[in-house]
Every structure is written in structure tokens, then in C-alpha cells.
């Protein structure tokens, strides 16, 4: 009689055994794949970040801000792989232009050298200038290519409600709202982002209380910001409130409504002349307001806070007219014939 031998019952332990052998290797299999991507940047998204690193930062301190700036996912692979490669013991204090595409070994290479920290330079822009003369400035300071300073102002189309309604493509686009103020600019800096700062800095300063107070003068943004861009070009520091309260006179008068402001016609001739003349005030343009009455279509220059608070709130006067003197001051005039009595450099 045959004996039937008796299969031998596998351990049901050996299974999980394996399970948790094979678990174990998948995970440190993709943990690897992971590293391998994160370390060496691959399939990353293509983008540029700024980043402030503060004085005496730890690896720990650097990791953190990487994370928070979407340049790195793993804070301790990061840490682990500065301290192996003994890079990070020194973190110079600074700002430094990093791309998410980097891999580590270029990132602290970058962070690490006092050479990687980005070149800044200040720059003042004055109350009352065009921005054809603020892109000529920033590009004599090393901010930004004057060509692609005209393109972002042209055609960039930035998100503020200030500029709803206008039109892409105008060279003085922008005209107005790019704040004068001085300014912390990167050198060979992204053009879109420095006319941002400016763009930035207006939707602070000309604040909620302004908007309501021009809606009181019956006026939209557009039309204050181009009502004192002609006060800014036309006034002293002195006499802002006087010059606004006859422009604010001329736009209610039925007699005097044309603003004749030589620094509208100036601006059509694109040259700063001390006089001009009686053929420039028949210049057939917009912006003429010898010719055409009320305000030009846009901003003539981009004023400062002072000249945009004397337009919301000019001396409470009479006068409907005003004379540059030698001396740069102006002499007011309530009737045309005190104005005719009155010496003048201008028509």
C-alpha cells in the first residue's frame, strides 16, 4: 500500500515576508526615482524665482525658503545633499535669481558665491517725468533694455482696475500711472516686472479716499491723473493748489473752457521749450488745449503725489488765469484784462 506523502504547509508568514520585501524595495525604488528627478531638476517646470536669503542662514533656513518658493520639494534631501557635499556652511546674505530648472549642484553653487547675489541699483525718478524719459533712465542705470521697457509699457496687458479702457499697443499707454519715486531696481531685470513696481506702487498711493474725492470732483481716475499731470508739468511747489484751481475754473467756465496749458503743447512737440510760440498753440493735435477745450486724452507726464492732491483739493479761488514770470514763479489773473496787464514769458 502506497504511503501518500504530505505536502508541507507553507508558513503564512513567509508571505508577508515577501510582501513587505517587495513594499520595501518599490518604495526605496521610487524613493530613488524621486531623488534621482529632485536632484538632478528633471521634468521640472521652467521658471524664475527670486529669493532673499537673510544674514548668517542656516541649511535648514535656506531649505525652507526654497520650498516656499517652489524650487525644491524636499527640504532634508536638499539639507543632506549640502552637507555631503560640503557646500552651505556659509550662505551669503543677499538676493539671488534662481530657475526651478537648476539642479542642486548649480543651485548651491549659486548660493553659495558672495558673485551669485543679484547687482541692485536705486533709482530716483523726478515728479513730472514722460515715460519715454523714465525707460531712457532706467536703461542709463543698467535696469532694463529700453526696447523691451517700450514693449512691456505698450503691450503688456497688467491687471489693475486703473487701466481698465486702455487700449494695448500705444507707446504712452501707461502715460501717468508709472509713479515717480525712487526705486530698488535689479540690474538686466525683467522688464514686465520693473514697470510692475511702478504700476504697484500707484495702486498704493493713490488710495481709496483719492477715488472717492475725484468722483466728488465729477471726475474719473483717467481724467484726475490727467488733470494733474498738467498741474505737475505746469506748477512750483508753491503755487500747485492756485494753478489747479484755475484749471478746475476753466473746465466749469463757459467763457475761458479751453485749459491753455503750454505743457500740453509741449508735449505734442516732444521738446521742452522755454516759450513757445503762437504757431505751436494752432498745432492741430489732442493734446493742443489752446485748440481743443477740456482736458487732452490722457496724461501728459506722470505727476506726484503733491501735484494729485492739489488737483483733488485746489485753493478755492478765482482766478482763470496765470503767468510764468523770470523768476519761475506765476502771477494769477481773476478777469483777461488784469492778464493782459500782467508781463508773461508765455502766448
Not at 504511503?3 to 508558513?11: A, D, Q, S, T
Not at 529669493?51 to 548668517?56: A, L, N, R
Not at 493735435?285 to 481743443?292: H, Q
Amino acid at each position: 500500500m502506497a504511503v501518500k506523502k504530505r505536502r508541507k504547509k507553507k508558513n503564512p508568514f513567509s508571505y508577508i515576508y515577501i510582501a513587505f520585501v517587495l513594499g520595501v524595495s518599490m518604495l526605496l525604488s521610487s524613493w530613488f526615482i524621486m531623488s534621482v528627478n529632485e536632484l538632478l531638476a528633471l521634468a521640472r517646470p521652467d521658471y524664475e524665482v527670486i529669493v532673499e536669503i537673510p544674514e548668517d542662514a542656516s541649511r535648514g533656513d535656506v531649505a525652507k525658503i526654497l520650498k516656499k518658493n517652489d524650487v525644491i520639494e524636499h527640504k532634508m534631501l536638499f539639507r543632506t545633499f549640502a552637507w555631503l557635499t560640503k557646500r552651505g556652511a556659509e550662505f551669503p546674505a543677499g538676493e539671488y535669481k534662481l530657475n526651478s530648472n537648476m539642479d542642486y549642484r548649480a543651485m548651491l553653487r549659486r548660493l553659495t558665491s558672495k558673485k551669485g547675489a543679484l547687482n541692485t541699483v536705486k533709482v530716483t525718478i523726478p515728479e513730472g517725468y514722460e515715460v519715454s524719459q523714465i525707460i531712457e533712465l532706467l536703461e542709463s542705470k543698467g535696469v532694463c533694455d529700453a526696447k523691451a521697457l517700450q514693449d512691456a509699457v505698450a503691450n503688456t496687458d497688467f491687471d489693475y482696475d486703473f487701466l481698465d479702457g486702455l487700449a494695448l499697443g500705444k507707446a504712452n499707454r501707461l502715460e501717468g500711472y508709472m509713479f515717480p519715486d525712487t526705486y530698488e531696481f535689479y540690474k538686466n531685470d525683467e522688464a514686465n516686472r520693473v514697470v510692475k513696481k511702478f504700476l504697484d506702487n500707484f495702486n498704493v498711493k493713490y488710495n481709496q479716499e483719492m477715488k472717492e474725492r475725484a468722483r466728488e470732483l465729477g471726475m474719473t481716475t483717467h481724467e484726475l491723473i490727467t488733470f494733474a499731470s498738467v498741474v505737475e508739468r505746469e506748477a512750483t511747489a508753491k503755487d500747485r493748489a492756485n494753478i489747479a484751481s484755475v484749471f478746475h475754473n476753466r473746465l466749469s467756465s463757459k467763457t475761458y473752457p479751453y485749459l491753455e496749458s503750454c505743457a500740453t503743447v509741449q508735449y505734442v512737440l516732444g521738446e521742452r521749450k522755454k516759450v513757445i510760440s503762437i504757431a505751436d498753440t494752432k498745432i492741430d493735435n489732442k493734446y493742443n488745449t489752446y485748440k481743443y477745450k477740456g482736458l487732452p486724452p490722457g496724461p501728459i507726464a506722470n505727476p506726484g503725489l503733491d501735484a494729485i492732491e492739489a488737483s483733488l483739493y485746489p485753493n478755492d479761488t478765482d482766478y482763470l488765469f496765470f503767468a510764468l514770470q523770470e523768476d519761475g514763479t506765476h502771477k494769477f489773473s481773476k478777469t483777461y484784462e488784469e492778464h493782459l496787464k500782467t508781463p508773461k514769458l508765455n502766448p
